[in-house]
């Protein structure tokens, strides 16, 4: 059973920061991509960030020199830092972890259960 649990969301005002932080856990060998996903209301679900394993970082354009995506593979733990945040960034941020191979060799992908960021004007 392969779980992720995020931390980190809250209520900030416009041009304050969050860091989000996600911890997958259960009997994982590796770990190909992690990445974060928004959704606000109204709004289908889209990438913020993505981080392959040894790869370069992939930002949605809203975000790019606002946000940093980080991970730490030894952990198994992918991190979100969120810089100057605006009212539209205002979402259910979702943990992804793709291409997750399990120690009986089985290979899924899983979300966590999302975690709410509010950003007042």
């Known amino acids: 059973q392969v779980q992720l649990v995020e931390s980190g969301g809250g209520l900030v005002q416009a041009g304050g920061s969050l860091r989000l932080s996600c911890a997958a856990s259960?009997?994982?060998?590796?770990?190909?991509?992690m990445g974060w996903y928004r959704q606000a209301p109204g709004k289908q679900r889209e990438l913020v960030a993505a981080?392959?394993?040894?790869?370069?970082?992939n930002y949605a354009d809203s975000v790019k020199g606002r946000f940093t995506i980080s991970r730490d593979n030894a952990k198994k733990k992918v991190y979100l830092q969120m810089n100057s945040l605006k009212p539209e960034d205002t979402a259910v941020y979702y943990c992804n972890a793709e291409g997750v191979v399990t120690m009986g060799w089985g290979i899924g992908d899983y979300w966590g259960q999302g975690t709410q960021v509010t950003v007042s004007s």
């Open positions: 981080i392959p394993t040894g790869g370069s970082t």
């Open positions: 259960g009997r994982i060998f590796s770990i190909d991509v």
